[in-house]
């Protein structure tokens, strides 16, 4: 992977080169939150932020949008427009998201939607420090080395630029007097530095490696499922900001005239009611601690055993919005302490 330097005071000209290169969206505070917006003025953007309200997402499987037109004389696909989106500032976590979101929908079956805008995305990361609520360390997402165009660690003076794709290197090479590949011994030790005090700054860690087993064993205990299913409120946060959580639904719109139909597709959740309701008005999940079930089944032990990692990757969205505290790190911290004390029954 090439790497350049890019002194401070050259980022905002870097930044200028991206504008001119597509619409340009990066991470914005709005009130209580951050979300990455469409960027018109420079200085609304921020980069010492910890997470958006949602990840990237948005930009390949919008939370709403059109999908298919229909008319007498037959119906047309609404694939989305050629045009080049940047999105600067992503972290490592929201990266590797974005890698899951794709073994999804650029699979076997490809998802013409899904591609298209992946197709006009730019994905230009930016490193960052946790919280407590970040558990992208048990995830193994805390680091990244693909999966982006151009990924920036910041440091005292200068920043490291990683090359991640040839869309990345493009854009350095159309302003190549911004960017230096002399890298010396001291800016290596920086780097170094840096990487060590942010290892050393994560606060929580989850056994997610244990899940799998975990969860299959204590499958059928259902009080302990209870215990969140009694307090969930079917909100559906959890799955609109987790940026791995990709389930969605349609509707036909007959428009006024009665002659044509617009076919929308809207992100879903299976934590919401009637998600799992079928045709004759049966519902395979009538209660939360069912729903609640497939949500973290699938995320820490199904997504496993096809794709070996978790459909998790430690964000910390769900444990940050939740309002009642139900989150993956409650969930396994809960589902670990009760197999605790099991063993030290069996010990007495
Ligand atoms: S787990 Fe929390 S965020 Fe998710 S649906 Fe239940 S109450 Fe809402
Ligand atoms: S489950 Fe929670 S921590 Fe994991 S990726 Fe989703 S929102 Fe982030």
Not at 223 to 240: M, P, Y
Not at 298 to 326: F, N, S
């Amino acid at each position: 992977m090439k790497t350049y330097k890019l002194m401070k005071e050259d980022f905002p000209q870097f930044l200028s080169l991206l504008q001119e290169k597509g619409n340009l969206y990066g991470p914005v505070k709005s009130k209580n939150h951050y979300s990455f917006e469409k960027i018109d003025d420079l200085s609304k953007l921020t980069f010492n932020y910890t997470r958006t309200l949602m990840g990237l997402k948005k930009f390949v499987t919008p939370p709403r949008y059109k999908v298919k037109h229909f008319d007498k004389s037959g119906s047309e696909d609404i694939i989305p427009e050629n045009e080049t989106n940047i999105v600067i500032g992503a972290h490592p976590c929201d990266i590797h998201a974005m890698k899951i979101l794709d073994k999804l929908f650029l699979g076997q079956i490809k998802d013409p939607y899904y591609k298209k805008r992946r197709e006009n995305l730019v994905i230009v990361g930016h490193s960052c420090m946790p919280d407590e609520n970040c558990l992208c360390t048990s995830t193994g997402t805390d680091m990244v080395s693909d999966g982006f165009d151009l990924f920036l660690t910041e440091l005292q003076d200068f920043y490291l630029v990683w090359v991640g794709s040839s869309k990345g290197l493009f854009i350095i090479m159309s302003s190549e007097d911004l960017f230096s590949e002399k890298i010396d011994m001291c800016d290596i030790a920086e780097y170094t530095t840096w990487q060590e005090n942010r290892q050393n700054s994560f606060k929580t860690t989850i056994p997610f490696h244990l899940m799998p087993d975990i969860i299959h064993l204590i499958y059928e205990k259902d009080e302990l499922w209870n215990q969140f299913g009694e307090k969930c409120l079917s909100c559906g946060t959890c799955s609109l900001v987790c940026p791995t959580c990709n389930c969605f639904n349609v509707e036909d719109k007959i428009l006024i005239n009665a002659d044509e139909v617009v076919r929308e597709r809207m992100l879903d959740s299976c934590t919401l009611p009637y998600y799992s309701v079928v045709a004759g008005d049966h519902d395979f999940r009538p209660d939360r601690t069912k729903r609640l079930k497939l949500y973290y089944t699938h995320k820490l032990k199904e997504y496993i055993g096809k794709w070996g990692q978790p459909a998790c990757v430690g964000c910390g969205r769900c444990v940050t919005y939740c309002p009642v505290g139900i989150n993956v790190k409650t969930v396994s911290n809960a589902f670990y302490e009760a197999i605790q004390c099991v063993r030290e029954v069996k010990k007495i």
